[in-house]
């Protein structure tokens, strides 16, 4: 409730350990974010999440709460709300973790993947799962960080679609440090619209005139 603002029904005390948006993948621990979508509306599954053993669940105000709901925060938008809670995550870790992005228009998960095999080697790491790089599978991502993970290894969607729809939580990811690390040239993309150089520009990202690689 913190991260969001909204308001928090049932116990503050109360530990999540990860967040899911299907009802049928809930565990033990689990915050159940109730997403309205074009064909269906997540809301309709809180109290499944709960008789599968959710600890709390995500809605919009206005939610009519069943009798199993003992822990849920009500918040003007579910979907942003995940953000604001990934982000405070990655805030309150602060350097503790060190936050590794990759995007681009083709290779990410690729990329992503061989990074994060390179890091666990020696350090305990997270990474996103498959290609969950959207304004959805990053807060679920980040959301499953625990004390022991010392590394996060994230993909990001093209930044053609970057533009004001991945705010805050991009931001909390690649402005950790005030110079950013690059291992080749940001091109390509970037040249293509200027709304991805302006998204760049919002979230303090420097685009550099020349390839930089810094050990």
């Not at 309709?44 to 105000?61: D, M, Q």
């Amino acid at each position: 409730a913190e991260y969001t603002g909204g308001k928090l029904h049932g116990d503050e005390n109360s530990v999540v350990t990860n967040a899911v948006i299907d009802s049928r993948k809930t565990q033990e621990g689990s915050l159940f974010a109730a997403l309205k979508g074009e064909n269906t509306d997540g809301h309709r599954f809180v109290e499944a999440a709960f008789n599968l053993g959710a600890t709390a669940a995500l809605v919009e105000y206005g939610f009519s709460a069943p009798e199993n709901a003992k822990n849920y925060v009500e918040v003007e938008n579910t979907q942003n709300a995940m953000g604001d809670i990934a982000a405070g995550i990655l805030k309150d870790r602060g350097i503790s973790v060190t936050k590794v992005a990759v995007t681009g228009s083709v290779g990410k998960t690729s990329t992503k993947d061989m990074i994060a095999h390179v890091f666990s080697t020696y350090r305990n790491t997270l990474k996103s799962e498959l290609n969950q790089n959207n304004e959805l599978g990053l807060p679920l991502t980040v959301m499953k960080l625990k004390d022991e993970h010392e590394v996060l290894i994230c993909e990001i969607i093209n930044l053609l679609y970057l533009d004001g729809k991945l705010d805050p939580i991009t931001k909390a990811i690649v402005s950790q440090y005030s110079e950013n690390v690059y291992f080749g040239k940001p091109c390509g993309l970037l040249d293509q619209s200027g709304i991805a150089l302006g998204s760049l520009s919002k979230l303090d990202f420097n685009v550099p005139e020349k390839p930089v690689v810094k050990r």
